[in-house]
């Protein structure tokens, strides 16, 4: 628990990729004139700059953003050391702010800092192997077809490109003979901070198309460069990710350059209906349509 004064206010922006959280956190940063904390834990790596659609230059110039860039890929970081740095951050920064602005599409790290993390069953070494050993073998289909089988609602939230927290949410049903989900939010700490969660949406059609078109620029702007100089550092955490696995299955000739553009924007889609459902199971949380969300918020806070 942070020590802080009271009246505090940290204002948290989640929703789905390229629906507007970034554009939406700067003019409320520059409303209350106030920094903003990312909870976007692809954009915490500097090497990722396109692929994890890291705010431009000129974004970063006009308000001071927190966790950009601030890791390289090589670096280990999870969700726990998240939490540890991102409330010691927020405890710096309330001395001479009264409202920070939180923004970001990892429904895992904004829920750590906004409920605590959950309590797990330790992971028992042997059972991860085993699952290791399937993935290795059978490849990341065979986990996300267990998963689905055995707890189908985080299987409709979770990433199901990120292999590891397949393997971890497999092993802890395995050894526990509960869902994973189960044991996810079963109470919330208490921060000694007013906690205000927005989640943005947008007619899903219309999200698809930026989806679509934002592929297209990151092209543009020199996205398959930019994963062609990480592929030493293919097998990191960090790259296991819509948009890096996609061309890396390209430079391999696995599949040819459309192929993987397609891909890549098939599973950014699919990976914005899985952010979606994640904020919608919280009842916490006050979801607003993009196109008036600036308003609503400053209405409602005010």
Known sequence: MIDIVKNKHLIVISGATAIGKTALSIKLAQHFNTEIVSADSRQFYRELKIGAAQPSEQELATIKHHFIGNLSVTEDYNVG???????????????????????????????????????????????????????????????????????????????????????????????????FSSFRNKKSIKRNFKISHFSLEMERNKLYKKINKRVDIMRQEGLIKEVEG?????????????????????????????????????????????????????ENIQHLKIENAFQEIIRNLT
């Open 81 to 179: 050391l998240y939490e540890k740095d991102s409330l010691a951050l927020l405890h710096k920064l309330f001395r001479t702010n009264n409202t920070l602005i939180m923004v970001g599409g990892s429904g895992l790290y904004i829920d750590a800092i906004c409920l605590g993390l959950d309590s797990f069953p330790e992971v028992d070494k042997k059972i991860k192997k085993e699952y290791i050993a399937g993935y290795n073998n059978k490849g990341i289909a065979f986990l996300q077809k267990e998963l689905k089988k055995k707890d189908p609602d985080y299987f409709e939230m979770v990433d199901i490109n990120n292999h590891q927290r397949l393997i971890r949410a497999l092993s802890v049903i395995r050894k526990s003979g509960k869902t």
């Open 230 to 282: 990480l592929i030493p550092y293919r097998k990191k955490n960090a790259l296991q990710t819509v948009g890096y696995k996609e061309l890396f299955s390209f430079f391999d000739g696995d599949i040819n350059l459309k192929e993987a553009i397609q891909k890549i924007k098939q599973n950014t889609r699919r990976f914005a209906k899985r952010q979606i459902s994640w904020f919608k199971r919280n």
